[in-house]
Every structure is written in C-alpha cells, then in structure tokens.
C-alpha cells in the first residue's frame, strides 16, 4: 500500500460521486490527524464522511488490519453518536482474483477478517468501469445498523 494509491482510490471515489450529480471533498492533508478522508454528498443520502484505506492485491489472508488510528476511530464514534443511522464508516480498498472492491467497514471494527463473511458489503468494479457505486455504498452505510458505532 502506498499514500499514492490511497489518494488515488480517493479521488476515485469523489470523481464517482460527481459523476452521478453529487459532491465528494477531501478533508485532510498530510497536516490533519484524526479527520476522516472525504465528505461524499449525494442526493436523496445524508453527506458521509468516509476513511478510506488501500490494502491492495489480497489473495486469501482476509486477516488484516485496517489501520484505523484510535484517532479516527474516535472522531468517527463521534459522528455516529449524533444521528439515528451510521455517518461515518471505513471504505477499504483491494484488489481480490482479478477484480477490484470497495468494501464498507463499521468504524469499530480494524480487522477486515471480522467482516469478510457479510459479502453483501462489497462493491466490485469491473476493470473497464472507471466508477464505484457511490450510491450503493451510501445505501449500504445508512440502513445497516451494523455501522452504527457502540456508544
């Protein structure tokens, strides 16, 4: 994993979320700790804020962690705390046998292990497909009250 790619799957993200007539920001920059990566607005969804994290290619060992910092894991509890339904959530990139995912993680979980089995949070792309469904994501983040962080 390297910054370079992280921004990258960030933009990605954000270009998405304009592709379909919403709005996606970067929040932090290299001086900022603790903030989530973007702020993803689209219509009909509560704005989102997203940390997102490059794992890269994954073969088989699910087992990783996250990197979430206590930090954001923190802000990201704290944002959750003020609203009904999850806000804030990880995004996770990686490549798995050819394809590349997006998948949703509940701010308080840091292993990606614990939640490997809920294979209705991932969101593929097909390699000629230059957006994720942004929508689909937000959808995901707003109805499961899995994301809805322990207070």
């Known amino acids: 994993m390297s910054v370079k790619d992280e921004i990258s799957f960030q933009k ?17 920059n290299r001086f900022t700790v603790g903030v989530p990566d973007l702020l993803i607005s689209i ?8 940390e997102c994290k ?4 994954v073969v088989d060992d699910f087992d990783r962690q996250t990197g979430m910092t206590p930090l954001q894991r923190e802000q990201m509890r704290r944002w ?6 999850a806000i804030a959530a990880q995004l996770v990139f990686l490549k798995h046998h050819g394809s590349e995912r997006a998948v949703l993680i509940p701010a308080h979980i840091d292993r990606i292990a614990h939640h490997y089995e809920r294979l209705d949070q991932w969101v593929a792309r097909n390699r000629t497909e230059p957006r994720w469904d942004v929508e ?11 994301f809805k962080s322990p207070v």
């Open 54 to 57: 490059h794992l890269g290619a």
């Open 43 to 50: 219509t009909m969804y509560t704005p989102s804020l997203l």
């Open 80 to 85: 959750n705390a003020t609203q009904p339904f």
């Open 12 to 28: 990605e993200i954000i270009d998405s979320a304009k592709s379909i007539g919403g709005y996606g920001f970067k929040l932090t």
């Open 136 to 146: 689909a994501l937000l959808r995901i983040l707003r109805r499961d009250p899995m």
